[in-house]
């Protein structure tokens, strides 16, 4: 049975180049973000990754599987007559990659529901607010020409309100979201 919604994309590398796709593969990896044939593909936040190492004669392969939150779509039937091995194209429709004014725009409205949570109502946020604003964050530092020197702070404060969350540390947390909510201040400053 074919799988209608895979994509394959095999590279033929030298042993630099292959280590230097490896490495960019770990930093996406760590930001919650692939490429996959040009294509940016979120990572879903509970994933587990499964990485499959074989070596049959003087061959060595491997395989590295991860659950995508944005799965990546073919047209019907383009994968069926497929052999192992066969490079396959990207779709001729590609999905939307969601822009930078709306990735800001969910992370606003997040925030300030993080911020009433924690300040107004004193309780914990629910826990998928949390993780997404945390992978927002990451991806937003991503964006180049957008507030780069302040990226670093961001995403440390970003980590103390997750770490926060998980000990269920109200106090941290309120003082996380009100260091947050400085920097985006000052960011905002200096680029809007």
């Keep these: 049975m074919s ?12 042993l630099n180049e ?28 509970e994933t587990d990754v499964k990485i499959r190492l074989k070596a049959k004669g003087d ?11 944005n799965p990546l779509s073919l047209n019907e039937g383009d994968d069926e007559d497929k052999e192992e091995g066969d490079k ?3 779709a001729s429709t590609v999905p939307d990659v969601e822009s930078y004014k709306d990735l800001k725009k969910r992370m606003s409205k997040d925030l300030k529901a993080i911020k009433s ?8 946020p629910e826990s998928s607010l949390i993780e997404r ?11 180049p020409d957008k507030g780069v020197e302040f990226y ?6 970003t980590d103390s309100l997750y770490e926060a969350f ?20 000052n960011c905002h400053e200096r680029y809007k």
């Design 3 to 14: 799988d209608s919604n895979k994509q394959k994309q095999e590279l033929c590398l030298s």
């Design 18 to 45: 292959a280590a230097e796709k490896l490495r960019t593969l770990a930093e996406e990896l760590e930001r919650g973000v692939v490429s996959i044939n040009g294509e940016q593909c979120s990572i879903a936040v």
């Design 59 to 69: 061959t060595f392969s491997s395989k590295l599987k991860f659950k995508l939150e």
């Design 88 to 90: 396959v194209e990207p």
């Design 117 to 124: 949570s924690c300040i107004v109502e004193q309780v914990l």
């Design 133 to 143: 604003f945390c992978r927002d964050s990451k991806t937003m530092c991503t964006y």
């Design 152 to 157: 670093a702070t961001f995403l440390k404060q």
């Design 166 to 185: 998980n000990t269920s540390d109200l106090k941290v947390m309120i003082s996380a979201v009100e260091s947050l909510a400085q920097s985006r201040k």
